[in-house]
């Protein structure tokens, strides 16, 4: 039996060699085989020096996929997955936010559970930010009221699958990847563990409000055509409120006449319009523009650099 450990690393040079060490020590005697497969995502300190490094020691079987720029998490999920070949696949940070350890109880769950084929850990509220807190709770509930697959509220990217759940995951070959809904997307049963996410050991957190919120509208429109639906609604209903507006305008005028003002009226009508029409134009936008994406057919990253290493069977 084998596991690979997929590790998407960006700027993490202080953080590598910490995480290598915490995964030798946490499956010492484990009793299995297993790999890291380390992605350096086009980083720009000194991380891809370290992992080869780490790499040529040798203290554990270790890959190295170096990306030729920044491709993004997502990315490299999809190159770590390409690369692994162990029976069961963990998907884990290298910033020790998430412990390795839990990775060996994740395939302790799945060895003694053969009916399920996926352990997803959940975090506990950590102590983000009410606002942030209110946001992700939102989006949840809209983006499980408009997809068609169901998202797990708090679920991380931090999970321990068998191979059949890796195959499918990379049969999804779409460039625009939101990893929660594809999780939820491919099915399979899963169970879910809570877990706390430690503080980061070295650096800081990629993400910022304005990546959250982009990396949310993926989600939504990745997932859901709902919302092209929500603008031909928005758009029947002002139609019918204009129609019914223009008979009251038609009597008014027969019954009594209108007097000249109606400037108020005039500019809230065009404003209102005008903002609905950009919204919905919007909307199309978005589908438009990952229908242009995708159309053209690129590959979800580029490898400059793939380090194996010689299999000892
Ligand atoms: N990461 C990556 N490419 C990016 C951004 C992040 O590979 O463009 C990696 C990062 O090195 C880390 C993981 O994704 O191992 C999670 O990132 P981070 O810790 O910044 O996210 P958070 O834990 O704050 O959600
Ligand atoms: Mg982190």
């Known amino acids: 039996m084998k596991l690979s450990l997929v590790v998407p690393c960006y700027n993490e040079a202080e953080n590598v060699k910490n995480f290598h060490d915490a995964v030798v020590t946490a499956f010492e005697g484990c009793g299995y085989d297993y790999e890291i497969v380390f992605i350096d995502d086009g980083s720009r300190d000194a991380t891809l020096h370290n992992l080869k490094k780490l790499h040529a020691a040798q203290v554990c079987p270790v890959k190295v996929i170096s990306f030729s720029r920044n491709f993004g998490k997502e990315a490299g999920l999809y190159a770590g997955l390409s690369h692994a070949d162990g029976e069961y696949i963990s998907l884990i940070d290298a910033d ?43 989006f949840y509930s809209v983006i499980n009221r408009l997809s068609d697959v169901t998202l797990h509220n708090d679920a991380s990217d931090f999970r321990t699958f068998r191979r059949s759940v890796a195959e499918s995951i990379l049969q999804l070959g779409e460039y625009h990847r939101f990893s929660k809904g594809i999780f939820a997307w491919v099915g399979y049963q899963t169970h879910f563990i809570p877990y706390t996410a430690c503080e980061r050991v070295a650096g800081t957190t990629k993400w910022s409000f304005r990546k959250l919120f982009n990396y949310a509208i993926d989600g939504i429109i990745g997932f859901s055509t709902k919302p092209l639906r929500i603008a031909t609604y928005l758009g029947s209903m002002t139609a019918i409120a204009a129609l019914i507006y223009l008979l009251v305008v038609v009597i008014q005028k027969l019954c009594v006449g209108i007097d000249i003002p109606g400037y108020a009226t005039q500019i809230v009508l065009i404003l209102f319009l005008g903002g609905m029409q950009l919204l919905c134009i919007g909307i199309i936008g978005e589908y438009v523009g990952r229908i242009f994406e995708q159309s053209k057919q690129r590959p979800v990253y580029l490898a400059k650099e793939v380090l194996t290493y010689e299999k000892s069977e």
Do not use: C, H, T, W
Not at 114 to 137: H, I, N, T, W
């Open 96 to 138: 020790l936010q998430q412990r390795p350890e839990i990775v060996r109880d994740m395939v302790a769950y799945l060895e003694e559970n053969p009916d399920y084929d996926m352990v997803a850990a959940y975090q506990d509220r950590r102590g983000e930010s009410k606002l942030l807190s209110f946001f992700k709770k939102a």
